[in-house]
């Protein structure tokens, strides 16, 4: 079965930084994800990672440890736009991505 | 089309009615993937069609629900005599290519189906 578990709600303030952890077990893995969901539209991709390390892409980065199955998300200078669900995605060992329950996040003034 | 466009947005339907749900990917996208997502809850996989052939239909709850893609590129998704619990938003994801490489699927906005 595939595992994916991610903090449920958090909060951060305006102008600072967050950062969103993921954990994963899963039966193979081609890839780890990372979308933004505002309430009542589809999600949106961020990020994707296959190898360890770091990428960084503006504001957003996402870091992969494929030996510790473990990932984040790493959002700078926060706006209140970036208020939103976000979800992280495994791709195991076929083509769909399996997705976490997401994290709610709240950016407050 | 610029981006994947579902309809309905909204539906609402009386338990034990039959619902279709259509999906239009972006232009020449091989991949097409379904989703479900209940409230508060990350989406849950559905089925993969390549094309026109269904690869995987291996999240799809009961043989109550129905997919087809018989031209590779439409899709439409039937749920037969529909349950409260399958109550959820309805999403549709194409990708260009068709293998393991895509690195991205372009979701579309969903339909959010309702059984009262």
């Known amino acids: 079965g595939q595992n994916i578990d991610q903090p449920t709600e958090m909060t951060a303030t305006e102008g600072a930084i967050v950062q969103i952890n993921c954990t994963y077990q899963?039966?193979?893995?081609?890839?780890l994800f990372w979308y933004q969901q505002h309430a009542g539209e589809a999600p949106t991709f961020l990020s994707y990672n296959v190898l360890d390390g770091l990428e960084e892409k503006g504001r957003f980065s996402s870091f992969l440890s494929r030996s510790k199955g473990y990932s984040y998300l790493l959002l700078k200078e926060l706006q209140m736009k970036d208020s939103a669900s976000y979800l992280c995605a495994v791709r195991a060992s076929g083509y769909a991505l399996n997705f976490g329950k997401g994290t709610s996040l709240l950016v407050t003034p | 089309g610029a981006g994947v466009s579902q309809s309905p947005r909204y539906k609402v339907a009386k338990r034990g009615q039959d619902v279709a749900l259509r999906c239009d990917p972006i232009?020449?996208?091989?991949?097409l993937f379904w989703y479900q997502q209940a409230l508060g809850q990350g989406p849950e996989f559905l089925t993969y069609?390549?094309?026109?052939?269904?690869?995987?239909k291996s999240g799809l709850p009961s043989d109550r629900f129905f997919a087809e893609r018989p031209e590779g590129s439409v899709s439409t998704l039937k749920i037969q005599r529909t349950q409260q619990e399958d109550s959820a938003v309805y999403l549709c994801?194409?990708?260009?290519?068709?293998?393991?490489?895509?690195?991205?699927?372009?979701f579309g906005q969903g339909t959010r189906l309702t059984v009262v």
């Open positions: 232009s020449g996208h091989v991949s």
């Open positions: 899963t039966s193979g893995f081609n890839g």
């Open positions: 994801a194409s990708s260009l290519v068709g293998f393991m490489g895509d690195t991205e699927a372009f």
């Open positions: 069609f390549q094309n026109e052939a269904q690869l995987d």
